[in-house]
Nanobody, 120 residues
């Protein structure tokens, strides 16, 4: 089992920044692919950013490339999502996920989510 707890969400104005954190506990953190997803009201959960397997290689949704950065600290069992130049369309509940190999919308482990609201 892997337990994931997100934090760092909140209300921010357009153009602002937030950093989300995902603290993991349980099985060996470094063995899992980790990533971030988001779900806006009335929409399906969508991929935002992730690591390929347990490597340091990262990949991003086109909508956040150049604005968001995913990072991880294996010593702290924590994954981060630095979000810059936020816009209204980034408003959503953000979820952390962990999965063997690759994170997808059917990942094995999920956090409870943290709300990000961007206002004009």
């Amino acid at each position: 089992q892997v337990q994931l707890v997100e934090s760092g969400g909140g209300l921010v104005q357009t153009g602002g920044s937030l950093r989300l954190s995902c603290a993991a506990s349980g099985r060996t953190f470094s063995n899992y692919a980790m990533g971030w997803f988001r779900q806006a009201p009335g929409k399906e959960r969508a991929f935002v950013a992730g690591f390929l397997g347990s490597s340091g290689s990262t990949y991003y949704a086109d909508s956040v490339k150049g604005r968001f950065t995913i990072s991880r600290d294996n010593a702290k069992n924590t994954v981060y999502l630095q979000m810059n130049s936020l816009n209204i369309e980034d408003t959503a509940v953000y979820y952390c996920a962990a999965n063997p190999g690759l994170v997808t919308t059917t990942s094995r482990y999920w956090g409870q989510g943290t709300q990000v609201t961007v206002s004009s």
